[in-house]
């Protein structure tokens, strides 16, 4: 099983600030998909990131995959309430069709 | 239907009873994915399904738990003589094809008394 880190694992910020959620390992992954999941809810997938150095926007979410395809952040600009919740990475296990998930960062955006 | 759904939504049986889990994936995805989610944690692969076989069931804990797909779509997650430490969201995915994306139903929460 591949290592995969994610940080903060907390964070609890004002309305209005940015902030930067990270996900890393020593693997090269094909591909990495970012979720949000609200409490009782099942992971919403936000994006899937391909090519090494990609960076996709998703209005106030930006992603970025490593040139190295080994890491990802996800930037968020301006954070809402709404922004709340846990941030989970999971690329394919290499050499399988599982998806391995990071433990998440739990966002907390106060109003 | 429109997204993946997963019956029942919140179930408490008793320790060393049998459960099962149903999750109804999205039409036409081929991979179902079974997923276990305890407090504070990322979600766990357990099994994955490519029609109706059973690709990797590596994360399977032990032989108490057991999952099939008959026909290629419905899948049923089933739990012999549960175990407190079984108590934890269970979740399924489907996807179009494998490692395409994958989208989750809202989970089944399992509390084992």
């Known amino acids: 099983t591949q290592l995969l880190e994610q940080s903060p694992q907390f964070l609890s910020i004002q309305e209005g600030e940015n902030l930067t959620v990270y996900c890393n390992s020593s693997s090269v992954f094909s591909s990495l998909q970012w979720y949000r999941q609200e409490p009782g809810e099942g992971p919403v997938l936000l994006v899937t990131?391909?090519?090494?150095?990609e960076v996709k926007k998703l209005k106030r979410l930006t992603f970025q995959f490593g040139d190295a395809r080994k890491d990802s952040s996800l930037h968020i600009t301006a954070a809402q309430p709404g922004d709340t919740g846990l941030y989970l990475c999971?690329?394919?296990?290499?050499?399988?069709?599982?998806?391995?998930f990071g433990t998440g960062t739990r966002l907390k955006v106060l109003a | 239907g429109a997204g993946v759904s997963q019956t029942p939504s919140n179930k408490v049986t008793e320790k060393g009873k049998y459960v099962e889990l149903r999750c109804d994936p999205i039409s036409g995805h081929t991979a179902l994915y079974w997923y276990r989610q305890s407090l504070g944690q990322g979600p766990e692969f357990l099994i994955y399904?490519?029609?109706?076989?059973?690709?990797?069931d590596s994360g399977l804990p032990n032989d108490r738990f057991f999952a099939v797909r008959p026909e290629g779509s419905v899948s049923t997650l089933k739990i012999q003589r549960t175990e407190r430490g079984d108590s934890a969201v269970y979740l399924c995915a489907s996807s179009y094809q494998p490692q395409s994306e994958a989208f989750f139903g809202q989970g089944t929460r399992l509390t084992v008394v």
């Open positions: 399904f490519q029609g109706t076989g059973a690709a990797d």
């Open positions: 999971a690329p394919p296990q290499p050499g399988t069709y599982k998806y391995i």
């Open positions: 990131v391909v090519t090494g150095g």
